[in-house]
């Protein structure tokens, strides 16, 4: 080798080595998300701003390890394992209780931070919500309040419907809470409701195909990390069946739901991110405590609700935070 190119090697060698020893260096998130990432992309943005808002930025002083099992529940175990065989500082448990349930099982030292809406006290991932204790701590999308709130209001768009169809995933840990809830709500205010199950994407048709067949004209989507991500197709198989849905989260009526009323999702995982940095900086999970959420939105889509014959009372239009034309 000719000396100058030696030279050029061995500059460019040590130049490399700190930026290599700083990488080693770095912290290490784990992911744990039950979805996939191209659906979510706008909640993982949230999630990284919320992490700047500590000082943390992905790939300059902290490395983030993803695993996404696509919905399939049973692929969440294994990647928690692996998360706790690297050695992550914190494991962020994203899409409903099933991935914090599996981070929980794989660790108990490591810290978790949570995004859900199951009972997280009666699950076991925290002793309550004031003070967790043990390794896990989060961030809560649904209450009781809401679901009673949001059926309310739904009712009040289509009050001739005799029968409402209710849509959960079984596989998921916080659907029988949330149609528990929900069951609840609809016996208050006198409502029949049906249960329709999907726990993929290729159920959804068939639910549809089932929700005709129930003659039920509405339709209660529960809060469900495969019915976000599957948002586009819920609006598509709602607008075919001509069949109005109510739903947790503002972006399934941009995506052209009928309405929807529930926390601002992109705020959630922003707060979840702010707690993993913090745990970076040497907070405690079990000094954090559960936030749960103070601030709901009512999202109506009028171009929806036209094209199902749907006339928006003027009182709910006179509430909703975002009417979508």
Known sequence: MRRRNFIKVIAGLVAAWPFATRAQQMPVIGYLANSSSGAFTQFLTAFHRGLSEVGYVEGQNVAIEYRWSEGQHDRLPGFAADLVRRRVAVIVASGGGAPALAAKAATATIPIVFMGGTDPVKSGLVESLARPGGNATGVLNVSTEVTAKRLALFRELV?????????????????????????EAARTLGQQVQIVEASSERDLESAFATIARLHA???????????????????????QYAIPASYSFRELVVAGGLMS??????????????????????????????????????????????????????GVLAIADEVIE
């Open 217 to 239: 004209s509405a339709l209660f989507v529960s809060a469900d990390p495969l019915f976000t991500g599957q948002r586009a197709q819920l609006a598509a198989l709602a607008a």
């Open 261 to 314: 009323y529930g926390v601002d999702l992109t705020n959630v995982y922003q707060q979840a991110g702010v707690y993993a940095g913090r745990i970076l900086k040497g907070s405690k999970p079990a000094d954090l405590p559960v936030l749960r959420p103070t601030k709901f939105e009512l999202v109506i889509n009028l171009k929806t609700a036209k094209a199902l014959g749907l006339i928006i009372p003027p």
């Open 159 to 183: 009050p001739t419907a005799t029968v409402m169809a209710v849509l959960r995933n079984p596989v998921s840990p916080d659907a029988e809470g949330q149609f528990s809830e929900i069951e």
